[in-house]
């Protein structure tokens, strides 16, 4: 790799210092004169009519300056996923019916929170309560409540479906046939909450030139100003979203979320600004949760441990509208196929509604729970064939250059090299075989090691499947960069940053980031789908290109030289056979501006993943290409179980990666902590439990997600499969979202390498390692 300024190196954040100090500006510090507070009125039923609704007493309150329901409304419906075979499918504010607790029914704004609250207290609803059904296996039988009709274009014998994804290849039942071993599996994961310390807030206001601003805490502009603008029949031109700094999203901010309509139906009415900020019993209430999915596993090997076909069936519980869920039962046929080779497979995936709350991603979006079913039975079946489990995963695991089922290549594919480094550094096949002997043994205490893998892909066609970056040089060569991207904790700006400052031979620290603002920065594809690196990075790198393409020609012209002949190196160019001979970028940048009627040197850079690829892949069937590159991961887990407690410490994780190259070191092993730390609640301890549609522990002191005492000792091995080179695009992969799946499946194996006891549910409760182990001895 060549020698670079900033690509490669653990480069500072931008924005730390802002951070660190208090200084950041969040939406919640967003004030605006006369702003008021805004309020929700929400549904106390999981299904219901409304029959009618009465807000004369709330808006005859002093101090309330509007009062919004759905009369107030256009009555568009919106939705995660909008497609003609998935239309949009819940109203932003209720009309007519509720089919969760918590959903929207009314808006407020006043003066102050006691009287914002005072007026939800005086808005009488009447409701007629309808039946309802809150387990996803309930609700597909035939007489489950309905809660929305089947989806027309599936044609299936069951209730309530939302979505299917189905596929298949080869011949399944031949591939059972033929298997010496064949063993089927079901297992469970929990609800979880994303767990940000910053909850949903925003601020809205509609001025007197007919433009709505809004301020919000989310994922990406783009995306909002497109749902705000058509559920409120405005046009793009008059809204307006810009940037906040955001406190955590982990796939929670993406959709159009309810506060944000309401706000700006408050503003729009009474032409003042308005601020809603949910507490954090309403984000735990009333907001969206990530995606329980239930999983059954049949998979069929030879002797040798080559895998001869699976026969997976997921469930998803979407609660009572799509949200993502018909896209989480398409990732999870992805997260099956993409890291072994699976030559037969039969894949059936539903997505069913309910009357709980409605689902949003979550980083990883399904592939936790689908390697927690797939490593665990991995494990049982090298251990029936008396494999270790690092060679069984050695034997299906895919290599470079092979080409999926769905036309994805994975050209640099470094899968087995995480498995072997990852192995090899902690010692575990001998720590392996230490542990399945000393099950036996009389110590209370027992350790044991486990391995996780993944495929994660990077970039994806996606609204608005593309981005676009500005690059301007100022007079003294200093540089402004315009992106749409939202920096959500990742780090994106410092490292669009490192690629402008490596382009353009520019110290970093002379480059200002201008960031989100839908009225002043170009598109973006936004802030998830792990492609912001990869695909706004290039954007970067184009536009610092074309930049740099500019002043090379200035300086050419007069120096009256061959541009090939020129270098630069400090913010000159110079001829390269007579470094005597140059120029320097400020007054190549005022010769631009003198000798072209003004015209400063700005460059533009645009870049769409999958250029060839005229749309994204079916949802229905898994046709089509998901990805042009998929990162690697294997990670160990050490851990420590009390046989008389159940309790679990997690002791160590190793994890081997393969992100094609890491832009900022790290940054890459900061995304690698966050992941261990999310992962560890998910196998251990964090579980959004409900009750007949209501969330029963609703603060972080009863949803127990890992602190900062909780952390566990990490080290990360590094393999680098892809190159940076300066006058090419790069194929970097993604470093976000990926790991937290190897973290759950590790500990989940490691559990039953110490114990001999095997969790076919997370999260894995003491209690239920007492019980397996009682039935164990037994």
Known sequence: MDNFSYIGKSVPRKDGPLKATG??????????PGMLVGKVLRSPYPHARILNIDTSK?????????????????????GFVETPRYPADQYPIAVDMVRHVGEDIAGVAAVDEDTAEEALSLIEVEYEPLPAVFNPEEAMKPDAPLIHPNNPKVN?????????????????????????????????????????????????????????????????????????????????????VLKTYVGGAFGGKIDLFHHEYISSLLSMKCHLPVRIVYSREEVFKASRHAQPLIIQIKTGVTKD???????????????????????????????????YRVPNMKYEGYSIYTNNLVRAPQRGHGAPKMRFAAESQFDMIAEELGMDPIEFRLRNARRPGETLPNGDSVKNFGLTECIVKAA??????????????????????????????????GGSLIYPNSSSIIVKLNDDASVSLMTGAVDVGQGCETVLCQIVAEELGVPIEEVQVYAADTETTPIDIGSWISGLTYVTGNAAKKAAQQAMNKLFAIAGEELGVDVQDL??????????????????????????????????????GHFRTMKDEPIHPSLANAKGRWTENYSNYAQVAEVEVDTETGAVKILKITTAHDCGFPFNPALVEGQIDGQVSMGQGHILTEEVRVEDGCVINPSFLEYKIPCALDMVETEYLDVIT?????????????????????????????????????????????QDILEALEKYRA
Not at 23 to 32: I, P, S, W
Not at 732 to 752: C, D, F, L, P, R
């Open 305 to 339: 441990g080559l895998i001869l076909g699976q026969e997976i069936r997921t469930i998803n519980d979407s609660g009572a509208y799509h949200g993502s869920g018909v896209v989480v039962i398409f990732l999870a046929w992805g997260f099956a196929m993409a890291p």
């Open 23 to 32: 200084k950041a500006e969040y939406t919640v510090d967003v004030t605006l």
């Open 58 to 78: 709330a808006e005859r309150l002093p101090g309330v300056k509007a009062v919004v329901t759905a009369a107030d409304s256009l009555k568009i419906k919106h």
């Open 567 to 604: 270098v630069a190196r400090n913010k000159e160019i110079f001829l390269r056979e007579s470094p005597d001979r140059k120029i320097s970028y400020a007054r190549a940048i005022a010769i631009s501006i003198a000798k072209k009627k003004g015209d400063p040197v700005i460059g533009e």
């Open 722 to 766: 892809e190159e940076y080179k300066k006058d090419r695009p790069y194929n970097t992969k993604e470093a976000g979202e990926g790991y937290v799946s190897g973290t759950v499946a590790a500990v989940a194996n490691a559990i039953y390498s110490a114990t001999g006891v095997r969790a076919n549910r997370t999260p894995i409760h003491p």
């Open 424 to 457: 090899d550094r902690t010692d575990f096949r001998n720590k392996h075989e230490a542990a399945r002997k000393s099950r036996k043994t009389d110590s209370k205490i027992k350790r044991g090691i486990g391995i996780g893998t993944t495929a994660y892909f």
């Open 156 to 240: 299936d014998p069951y209730h309530n479906i939302g979505g299917k994804t189905a596929t298949s290849w080869g011949d399944i039942e031949k591939a059972f046939r033929d298997s010496y071993l064949v063993r089927e599996d079901k297992y469970y994961c929990q609800i979880r909450t994303h767990g940000y310390m910053e909850p949903q807030a925003t601020v809205t206001h509609f001025d007197h030139s007919g433009k709505l601003n809004v301020w919000t805490s989310s994922m990406g502009v783009f995306i909002k100003r497109a749902k705000l603008a058509r559920t409120l029949g405005l046009p793009y031109s008059n809204v307006r």
